[in-house]
């Protein structure tokens, strides 16, 4: 036998592993499917970050050249209805978690009831976000549609210690807003897909398909919600706290 | 355990019973297909048709070009001419010309895989890119779009009233198709490899395509967001990139060559994988250096993160940030430099012969090598100043993508044809074909390097009466290269039925793909392969006597 020639296994170990019906049929073993796929949605995040990362730089130059329209501009937003936000999200991360681990344990009933929590709150989230969406159109902060600089010039009585801006940097919390439309407008459109995603998730394991051993998809749901989550931990502080110490 | 390089003979070769080809007949069977080398076939219909669509575009333009007053087409009209060309060609032809095509087909193969990692995330990769297509089509009737390729604000935003969200959108999502083929690859590479393929047995195709697949992966979401920004500022007017309301378009320069510096490399890395298998194999020997070969592709994906800021030099960036740019740029050279010396130092001593991949592959190589040298002209940033937005620059990055890119392509196509169909190209006729294409590419672009020096503007629709000479050489090898493009598809295309039949390994070759039937099984491999030899080995094959490798017929 010449050691470096191509050569095949003739008794490749096929009865290894038991022909599980989830495996797939180019992959050897579940063992690599499951990594391979984990693998896949590590990457794909990956690829949410550089997209979500034009806008965190767009928002880094911006801030830095238009400080004072950034903290007039965030001084705007309702900081309780973002910190309530903030708190929904963070609770949706431990029911998803709860939902990861009832599908370990092969319990149908936890995992459909966790999953529906986490769609709940996913829900929660989104009629808050337009809430606050509603409440920015009507003070005429929406650049481009319906966008007032007028009362940035003058003083807000419930920041009194703000100085009025110039009209010129009045005019910039107009990035501000775009800034802020584009990031939580983008991160809303992952929350509306993940929503999505688990409504099909909740019907499918009640049929039990995840709860017989076989729970990737939900782990990488799992992912993908709390990478979610994690951007909305980032858009908080940077849109919602600047500044807030005054 | 048995020696399986099968080196069969040819004339003796049937067409094998069952095949991926005839698993399965109908239109659905190919529409709903999971196998990666169906998909590589859907692939390589629509980006043919795709290119001839941005190839009648090219023609427009230079027949515009033949004379010096703006005559044939209104100006505007021009400047959809050359923005569909650039829009089509780029997003459409030169980003999954080999990736999507060749490479879908045999990475999988090469790698020792049944299939690619997410074979459904394949096929939705395919029909992303149709419906970016099918929308380029759909602002193309509709009327065009004349930003220029570049999408370049406030021109976009503020001042046209083309169809750029249309393109912009339809540039977004196949921009989602490549982010997918690049995921597939990536995964595939790192968790699908036969037992024994180490990483350092990897084909040199494989490397590059991981390298150009990082930078889909990292790259093009960046680009995604920058035209979902410009969308939205055209659509609602939000201000991210508009003056008038605090935005910079400079901004939008930084985000939309942070994507599209790296796309070069996307374009060419895949390329320069093609031209390492098909040197090695005709020249019989390992490619010289596979380690630095290998490694170079990995620091070109590094560094072309790092230069994008070269397209920016007459921006009004910082004196500063422009001589670090022009310095990456010119490192980012190095690493080119190291895969053409490699690919000399392998045909040296090698023993070549004259197949028309091979004819492809040396132009690739002198062309490649023009392209490159004048992009380290440009890097450079007094002759940049001087000869950025002439036709220079055009021509710089033609003999990039056309000289090199293309090429390859053709190369990669005429190597991997039998494999493909099982059948052989006639070899006469693509000789010829390479030929044309050869004479045809240095007529039309060539003069343009003069052009560019002498200051001719590019994207002007008219221009003085003194450069008409140069400009007509350009247009008439623009006609021989239409000639050389059309050979292969339709000599390709009679070759499905009449070519000659090829067998498993009519190169000869050592590669993975090469020992199984062509076309092959939708399994690719009967038995997993256990890989326990290197690369390119051809000195072992070639100091074998017969009977140690055993003739699989
Ligand atoms: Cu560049």
């Not at chain 2, 990666?36 to 001839?52: G, M, N, P, Q, W």
């Not at chain 2, 090698?350 to 490159?372: C, D, H, K, N």
């Not at chain 2, 003194?466 to 247009?475: G, I, K, P």
Request: charged content about 10%; glycine content about 8%; overall charge neutral.
């Amino acid at each position: 036998m010449d050691s470096q020639a191509i050569a095949t296994h003739p008794e490749q170990e096929q009865a290894e592993h038991e022909h599980s019906p989830y495996l797939r049929h180019h992959f050897a073993n579940l063992e690599q499917q499951k990594e391979t796929s984990t693998f896949g949605m590590w990457l794909f995040l990956l690829t949410e970050i550089m997209f979500f990362g034009g806008l965190f730089t767009a928002y880094l130059i911006y801030r830095n050249w238009y400080y004072p329209a950034f903290v007039a501009g965030s001084h705007q937003l309702s900081i309780g209805l973002g910190a309530f936000n903030t708190a929904v999200l963070i609770c949706s991360s431990f029911t998803m978690a709860m939902g990861v681990h009832a599908a370990e344990m092969r319990w149908r009933k936890p995992l459909v009831g966790w999953l529906l929590a986490t769609l709940f709150l996913g829900c929660v989230f989104l009629g808050v976000k337009a809430i606050e969406y509603h409440e920015k159109w009507e003070k005429h902060h929406v650049p481009g549609l319906n966008f007032s600089a007028e009362g940035f010039t003058k003083l807000d009585p419930h920041y009194p210690e703000d100085k009025p801006l110039p009209l010129d940097m009045a005019e910039k919390t107009q990035v501000y807003f775009s800034l802020y439309f584009a990031m939580t407008g983008m991160h809303a459109l992952h929350m509306v897909i993940g929503v999505s995603l688990l409504i099909i998730l909740v019907v499918r394991a009640w049929g039990g398909a995840y709860t017989q051993g076989h729970m990737t998809t939900v782990e990488n749901f799992g992912l993908y919600w709390h990478f979610v989550d994690i951007v909305w931990i980032f858009l908080f502080p940077l849109l919602y706290l600047i500044s807030r110490h005054q | 355990m048995s020696t399986i390089v099968s080196l069969p003979d040819q004339t003796t070769a049937t067409l094998p019973k069952r095949s991926y080809l005839n698993d399965g007949y109908g239109l659905k069977s190919w529409l709903l297909t999971g196998d990666h080398k169906r998909i590589a076939i859907l692939y390589l219909i629509s980006i043919t048709f795709f290119f001839f669509i941005g190839a009648f575009f090219a023609g427009m333009v230079r027949l515009e070009l033949l004379t010096p007053p703006n005559d044939l087409m209104a100006a505007d009209t021009y400047n959809k001419m050359f923005t569909m060309h650039g829009i089509v060609m780029v997003f459409l032809f030169l980003v999954p010309s080999v990736p999507a095509t060749i490479g879908n087909f045999v990475l999988p193969i090469m790698v020792g895989a049944k299939d690619l990692a997410f074979p459904k995330i394949n096929l939705l990769s395919w029909y992303l890119y149709v419906a970016g297509g099918v929308m380029t089509l759909a602002a193309l009737i509709l009327g065009g779009v004349d930003t220029g390729w570049t999408f370049t604000t406030p021109l976009s935003t503020h001042y046209l009233n083309t169809h750029v969200i249309t393109a912009g959108l339809a540039v977004f999502v196949a921009g989602f198709s490549s982010i997918f083929t690049g995921l597939n690859f990536i995964v595939t590479v790192h968790r699908m490899r036969a037992p024994g393929m180490t990483w350092f047995r990897l084909p040199l195709f494989v490397w590059s395509h991981y390298a150009a697949s990082v930078l889909m992966v990292l790259g093009t979401p960046v680009l995604a967001i920058t035209l979902v920004l410009v969308v939205l500022e055209r659509l609602i007017g939000i201000g991210v990139f508009d003056p008038a309301k605090g935005g910079d378009p400079l901004l939008f320069q930084h985000l939309f060559w942070f994507y599209s510096h790296p796309a070069v490399y996307i374009m060419i890395l895949p390329g320069m994988g093609v031209i390492s298998e098909v040197i090695s194999t005709f020249s019989r020997k390992r490619v010289f250096g596979y380690t630095a070969v290998a490694f170079s592709s990995v620091a070109i994906a590094v560094f072309a993160f790092f230069v994008w800021a070269h397209h920016m030099f007459i921006m009004g960036i910082s004196n500063y940030s422009a001589l670090v740019f022009s310095l990456l740029t010119m490192l980012v050279a190095v690493p080119s430099a190291i895969k053409i010396f490699n690919w000399a130092f392998t045909l040296y001593k090698g023993s070549i012969t004259f197949e028309t991949p091979m004819l492809y592959a040396f132009g690739f190589m002198g062309l490649f090598t023009i392209g490159g040298l004048t992009g380290v002209f440009l890097g450079s940033m007094g002759m940049d100043i001087h000869l950025t937005e002439t036709y220079f620059i055009v021509a710089h990055f033609h003999f990039v993508m056309v000289g090199g890119m293309l090429m390859a392509f053709l190369s990669g196509i005429h190597f991997w044809w039998p494999k493909m169909t099982g059948r052989m190209y006639p070899e006469g006729l693509s000789k010829l074909a390479a030929l044309v294409t050869f004479i045809g590419f240095n007529l039309t672009f060539f003069p343009q390097f003069i052009l560019g020096y002498l200051g001719m503007p590019r994207r002007y629709a008219a221009y003085p009466p003194e450069f008409q000479v140069l400009n007509v050489l350009s247009t008439a090898g623009a006609t021989v290269l239409g000639v050389g493009y059309l050979l292969p598809m339709l000599y390709l295309t009679w070759s499905l039925k009449y070519g000659k039949i090829a067998g498993p390994n009519p190169w000869q070759a050592t590669g993975l793909e090469w020992q199984i039937q062509s076309p092959p099984l939708t399994t690719n491999f009967e038995e997993t392969p256990l890989v326990d030899y290197e690369a390119y080995d051809y000195e072992w094959l070639a100091n074998k006597t017969k009977h140690e490798v055993q003739t699989v017929g």
